[in-house]
């Protein structure tokens, strides 16, 4: 089993609605989250911690559940330019990212 | 605004070449990583350091080493290029603590012929 998962999408929605990704991970040790957006051929770029409480920025929402070892994201009114590749980055007692493989949104008109 | 830069876009080499991958950034930061990104296997460790003259190996290191010999520099090395070696090479960057994630540099995307 991977230690963290995603799955690779694509989740093709309208502009508009409302989409949420998962991501697993393994180690119940985990310790910090981190969700990226990746344009094509280019870097990941941090879109947000997650915090255990939960947190939003703007239509952006991320929520960590311990119990069932999985972070989410959920973005409201999706715009064309939300179209990205989205990462899962995990830690697991060190500064070490393990990252997911990415779920890929397309947004279209 | 804080960067991580990478001294190449695109490289092409040839097999059997010494490559030097060059990586600085500006914010003071502790550790340094380097990555590789290949579809459908995402972003792969291959070497991290958390120090000057330090490092360790991550989930791939065969085939590769690196240099920190100053903290803001950190050099992936391919020693005898081969062309299961072409791919996105990332280095990343972050404080001790990790507390606000990585900074990318933008990547070098390297072809092995």
């Known amino acids: 089993r991977k230690e963290v998962e995603q799955d690779p999408g694509p989740f093709n929605v309208p502009e508009g609605a409302t989409v949420a990704f998962n991501c697993t991970y393994s180690n119940s040790a985990s310790q910090s989250f981190f969700w990226y957006r990746q344009d094509c051929r280019k870097e990941p770029k941090l879109l947000m911690s997650v915090y255990s409480s939960g947190n939003e920025d703007g239509r952006f929402t991320a929520q960590l559940n311990r119990a069932s070892q999985y972070i989410s994201l959920l973005i409201r009114d999706s715009k064309l330019s939300d179209s990205a590749t989205y990462l899962c980055?995990?830690?697991?007692?060190?500064?070490?990212?393990?990252f997911g493989t990415g779920t890929r949104l397309q947004v279209f008109p | 605004d804080v960067k991580v830069t990478q001294s190449s876009r695109y490289l092409v080499k040839r097999t059997g070449e010494k490559v030097f991958l060059e990586c600085v950034q500006d914010?003071?930061?502790?550790?340094m990583f380097w990555y590789r990104q290949d579809p459908g296997l995402g972003l792969r460790l291959i070497y991290f350091s958390y120090d000057v003259k330090m490092k360790e190996k991550g989930d791939i290191p065969e085939g590769y080493s690196v240099s920190r010999e100053k903290k803001e520099r950190f050099s992936l090395i391919l020693e005898s290029a081969s062309t299961n070696q072409t791919s996105m090479y990332l280095c990343a960057s972050s404080s001790r603590g990790i507390n606000y994630g990585y900074t990318f540099g933008s990547g070098t995307r390297l072809t092995v012929v």
């Open positions: 980055g995990v830690t697991y007692n060190t500064d070490k990212l393990i």
């Open positions: 914010m003071d930061h502790e550790n």
